[in-house]
């Protein structure tokens, strides 16, 4: 929008909020405590909170994380036979640089 615009909807409404009588719900000197909260400054931000809150947001992504490697690994991935993959590979595969220790002596 326009900013001639903005202002025109802003002058209607100003206008339509003076002409319109104050509701009889509204408590005593509400108006001024809600202008007396606007005119206070912005509590400063607790530095103890805001890295709590931090470590909280990485403890919850690092569960959903957890959870989803978890469900991937579970259900596994199926090989070329359509059966997953065996313990024996496994323990071969993870076995494999340990064969040639005696080459790398210091």
């Known amino acids: 929008m326009k900013r001639s615009e903005l202002e025109r ?4 409404l100003m206008s339509t909020a003076r002409a319109s009588a104050p509701c009889q719900d509204v ?3 509400f108006e001024q405590r809600v ?3 606007l ?3 912005a509590p400063a931000p ?4 805001t890295w709590l ?3 909280v947001r990485a403890a919850w992504a690092s569960v959903a994380l957890a959870l989803a490697a978890s469900a ?3 259900v596994g991935t199926p090989t070329a036979n359509g059966s997953a993959t065996d313990p ?6 993870l076995l494999a640089g340990m064969e040639d220790t005696d080459a790398l002596t210091w």
């Open 72 to 74: 991937w690994l579970w």
């Open 53 to 55: 809150h931090g470590f």
């Open 9 to 12: 909807i802003r002058r209607a």
């Open 27 to 29: 408590p005593e000197g």
């Open 88 to 93: 024996a590979d496994l323990e071969s595969a």
């Open 46 to 49: 607790d530095p103890l909170a």
């Open 35 to 37: 202008l007396a909260r």
């Open 39 to 41: 005119r206070r400054p």
